[in-house]
């Protein structure tokens, strides 16, 4: 497996950076830079790019709805370029409280518009000549514009045709979607034990559909690291953040997070924790997060222990752990856990 880190939303951008950036010598492979309504991720993805050598630049994720497909592709061949190859375009299609609220655009047919992009994009790395008829109209036509659109393919020469595009996605149909045509999938709360029960069938599915090109699909997960004798207590900084995907991201009867966890057993939780932070309660909705499922999506303990958290999460089909190191020393758990990956 190889080794990942999220950049934390609420980090002073450079100063994360800098600090990751030197991760990469103790064997961090790739870097994730999330975008939901702060900084836009490109413009630290490029700061990353200029401060790395080795290490991969992914955003997670860059929303379907907040960009044309023809930029989406343009920013991540422009952070190719000066990379020298090492971008990962991260898409997902985040939800509407979001989409609507912070872009103003109508949350509509997520998953069709992430099959348009993901082709679209590919389109435009080949140098192909841009047209495509679905909800994308390329050119536009001349009844919903001026009439002057014209195909164009892009004038500059990406350094790679095939830049590796990951999906977030949980729900089966999206997941089939992912495992179909996507380079790599990025789940959320990824328990290894159960996450078959829960996504293996769309899985197989979607893998029995993939072309032959696009190699095997790469697997990003894992959670919060921690390696020692008294750690365990550092799980509960996991809580304010599961409660306000399960609780905050989304309504009643419309919340992706909330309904993972009744997939995964948790469906009297799910409901607590959705009601308490929707009534103002979030102390007591994060409170109310499941310790079991604490343990199962983060890798903190003793070294044995973590040990064995990293082989679950190679038997459950990761291939890229994603990990947030806890605590006053990540140069020395991201090259443990690096360690333990080899």
């Known amino acids: 497996m190889r080794i990942a880190t999220p950049l934390a939303y609420a980090t002073d951008p450079g100063i994360g950076a800098d600090a990751v950036a030197t991760w990469e010598q103790d064997g961090l492979d790739v870097v994730w830079v999330s975008e939901a309504y702060g900084f836009d991720a490109p413009t630290i993805m490029g700061y990353l790019a200029a401060k790395t050598t080795r290490m991969q630049i992914g955003s997670a994720i860059l929303p ?109 149909k999206n997941v089939r979607m992912t495992a179909e045509l996507a380079d790599g999938w990025l789940p959320f709360l990824f328990d290894p034990e159960r996450a078959a029960d829960v996504w293996g069938a769309a899985l197989a599915a979607g893998r029995a559909k993939r072309p032959d090109d696009l190699g095997p699909l790469e697997v990003v997960a894992g959670g919060p690291l921690a390696i020692g004798p008294d750690v365990t207590g550092l799980r509960d900084l996991a ?26 057993g948790y469906a009297a939780e799910a409901d607590r924790i959705q009601d308490l932070y929707l009534a103002g309660r979030k102390t007591e909705a994060a409170a109310a997060v499941p310790a079991e499922l604490l343990e199962r999506t983060s890798l903190i303990g003793p070294e044995s222990y973590v040990r064995d958290r990293v082989q679950a999460y190679r038997d459950a089909g990761v291939t890229i752990l994603n990990v947030t190191p806890l605590g006053p020393e990540p140069r020395r758990l991201i090259a443990t856990v690096k360690d333990m990956t080899r």
Not at 240 to 264: Q, T
């Open 239 to 264: 809580r304010p953040m599961i409660a306000l995907y399960v609780g905050g991201m989304g309504a009643k009867g419309r919340n992706f997070y909330h309904d993972l966890l009744g997939r995964y």
């Open 64 to 172: 379907i709805y907040s960009r044309t497909p023809a930029l989406l592709a343009q920013t991540a061949a422009g952070l190719d370029a000066i990379s020298g190859g090492r971008a990962i375009l991260g898409l997902g299609a985040s939800g509407p409280q979001v989409i609507e609220g912070w872009h103003g655009v109508a949350y509509d047919r997520p998953l069709t518009r992430t099959r348009e992009v993901i082709r679209i994009c590919r389109q435009v790395w080949r140098r192909e000549t841009l047209v495509h008829d679905g909800i994308y109209q390329l050119p536009l036509p001349a009844g919903e514009g001026t009439g002057l659109g014209k195909p164009l393919k892009i004038l500059t020469h990406p350094v790679r045709d095939r830049i590796p595009i990951h999906v977030a996605s949980l729900g089966d």
